[in-house]
């Protein structure tokens, strides 16, 4: 019960208070309100255009929590939210069947929910949550078909685990397939089970070809370029040569991620190998925890095209790996590496609200990221930041390994539950044009012709309710979809904007300009003044 306190308080209660960020919660926001508004639940659309950058499921449920709670944020966030807390649900369904339940079995998914890019991510409206949960719980399921000696209940795990396969696939299509694949690949070979695998493998191969192949064909016979492009674009170039916008990086830049996204935990990862050094588990949920782990890891790192995000599916399994090192470490009666563990993130705690004072006070890195109104904002972060180094400290004084988990887990509690409203003014007048969208809203006349940017088009869909606006400048995302030959005049550049408001001879028809205000010293020159002008942070909403 304090387990689901515990998820309730950081991921479901924090979902409405942020307006929504620029660009993937605006964009996983827009395609489904325009799959509601068409009634089109087949091709994803963004502004009218076609956008096959992903398959259709997350967009689709999106779209029923947006039906059930109506369209806002709440509604927009809520599936990853969903999300997060069935991939603790596995987690903690596989710890309680095959690690020996009891604290196990409550350790991992505490560690998961407490992890802090789990934090971070979870109350944030992408679909990475989504696919995460559904591999996780393919995983699992698979896993509990591979120790099951009932035929019949194994066949039906395998069934369940290609159904979940296929539901990743219509997610984030062929991850679902190389992910999973080559991780039980890999463990059959371990195992030196191989060929079990190759005779049980048709079973979820084709519950999952089941439920990916009617909306495939839809989208085939519907639009025939979705597969070329979605297949060789989005998956083959992304991979080997990640082209603008796809964000390459180096091979080794998950290392300081995971460090990074598993704190506080990894402050603890001495005491975790420690642990396993002694461990009397079953081998084979320690080889199937390792390659879910470790292929992954190294399938997402030869990728050439790396976000944080990406790694979400490498959590689950690290955070069981963890829960049983932690655990079999103080079976062992071990304390050392404890110790320096909660002192090492103590002390992080600490200079990080240090940190935050100083630089407040001097500057001295060169920004203030908090104004004059938000005192109460990074005092607040120093607060959390403190309790949270208290609580760590306390809990290495503690002689029962299990108050000194629950300890350790709850420290941050305070920190947590605080970080959606210390979010400092200047990220949301950076990330999030909602406010300025809104307080203008009733300015657009239905008849009013709407001009933005490309980074802005999803936002001034999604608040405005339009899927017909003009993008200015700066395709962006939409490049694929402006490509065809209908839809090319929808692009336009100073010189046709300027005609656009000079042969606008009817008042009830006004155009409208949302955009960055860091675009606007290139042309505004060369436009008439605007009737009306508001500017939030780095956004500008004009009417000519």
């Not at 508004?37 to 994803?44: I, N, Q, R, S």
């Not at 830049?253 to 975790?272: E, H, K, N, R, Y």
């Not at 990221?369 to 930041?385: D, M, N, Q, S, V």
């Not at 010293?521 to 009737?531: N, R, T």
């Amino acid at each position: 019960m304090a387990l689901v306190s515990l998820y309730l308080l950081l991921y479901i209660l924090p979902l409405g208070f942020r307006p929504l960020f620029l660009p993937d919660e605006t964009r996983y926001f827009e395609i489904p309100r325009e799959m509601i508004a068409t009634g089109d639940w087949v091709v994803p659309r963004l502004d009218g255009l076609r956008y096959f950058e992903k398959p259709v499921m997350g967009y689709w449920v999106n779209a029923v929590s947006m039906l059930a709670f109506g369209e806002n944020a709440f509604a927009a966030r809520l599936p990853s939210a969903l999300s997060v807390g069935l991939s603790a649900l596995a987690i903690f369904l596989l710890a309680r069947r095959f690690a020996g339940g009891g604290t196990p079995a409550l350790l991992a998914p505490t560690i998961f929910l407490t992890s802090i890019q789990i934090l971070a991510l979870g109350t944030f409206g992408v679909l990475d949550n989504l696919l995460g949960m559904l591999l996780t719980a393919s995983m699992a399921a698979f896993f509990f078909a591979y120790e099951e000696r009932r035929p019949s209940r194994q066949t039906g795990l395998l069934i369940l685990s290609g159904v979940l396969c296929g539901g990743a696939f219509l997610t984030k299509g062929f991850i679902a397939i190389a992910v999973p694949g080559l991780t039980l690949c890999a463990f059959a070979l371990w195992e030196r089970r191989w060929r079990w695998l190759l005779k049980s493998a048709w079973i979820p191969a084709g519950a999952a070809i089941v439920v990916a192949l009617p909306w495939s064909l839809l989208i085939h016979l519907r639009e025939g370029d979705f597969w070329p492009y979605f297949f060789w674009v989005e998956h083959i170039q992304r991979f080997l040569s990640p082209g603008d916008g796809q964000h390459p990086e180096a091979f080794w830049f998950f290392i300081p991620v995971m460090v990074a996204g598993t704190l506080p935990w990894s402050a603890l990862l001495p005491a975790v190998i420690q642990g396993f050094k002694k461990i009397d588990l079953p081998r084979s949920l320690i080889r199937f925890l390792v390659c879910w782990f470790a292929i992954p890891f190294l399938f997402f790192s030869a990728s050439s095209g790396k976000l944080i995000t990406y790694i979400l599916p490498c959590f689950p399994p690290a955070a069981l790996l963890m829960a049983l090192g932690l655990w079999h470490y103080f079976k062992q009666g071990r304390h050392r590496a404890y110790r320096l563990g909660t002192l090492f993130l103590t002390a992080l705690t600490l200079s990080g609200a240090a940190l935050v004072v100083v630089n407040q006070l001097t500057g001295i890195l060169g920004t203030r990221p908090y104004g004059p109104g938000e005192t109460w904002k990074w005092g607040l972060a120093c607060i959390g930041l403190s309790v949270w180094g208290g609580g760590v400290l306390w809990s290495a004084v503690k002689a029962n390994p299990i108050k000194k988990l629950k300890w350790f887990a709850l420290a941050g509690l305070f920190f947590f539950a605080a970080s959606t409203f210390i979010f400092p003014n200047f990220i949301t007048q950076k990330k999030a044009p909602g406010p300025l969208l809104e307080r203008n809203r009733h300015l657009v006349s239905p008849v009013a012709v709407v001009v933005a940017d490309g980074y802005l088009i999803r936002a001034t869909c999604a608040y405005l309710k339009r899927d017909n606006i003009r993008l200015f400048l700066t395709p962006d995302e939409l490049a694929y979809g402006l490509d065809h030959e209908s839809e090319k005049t929808r692009m336009l550049d100073g010189h046709a904007l300027l005609r656009l408001i000079e042969n606008n001879r009817r008042p009830e028809t006004p155009i409208v300009l949302v955009v960055r205000v860091d675009h606007l010293g290139g042309f505004m020159g060369g436009l008439p003044a605007p009737k009306i002008k508001d500017v939030y942070g780095n956004f500008a909403f004009m009417v000519f």
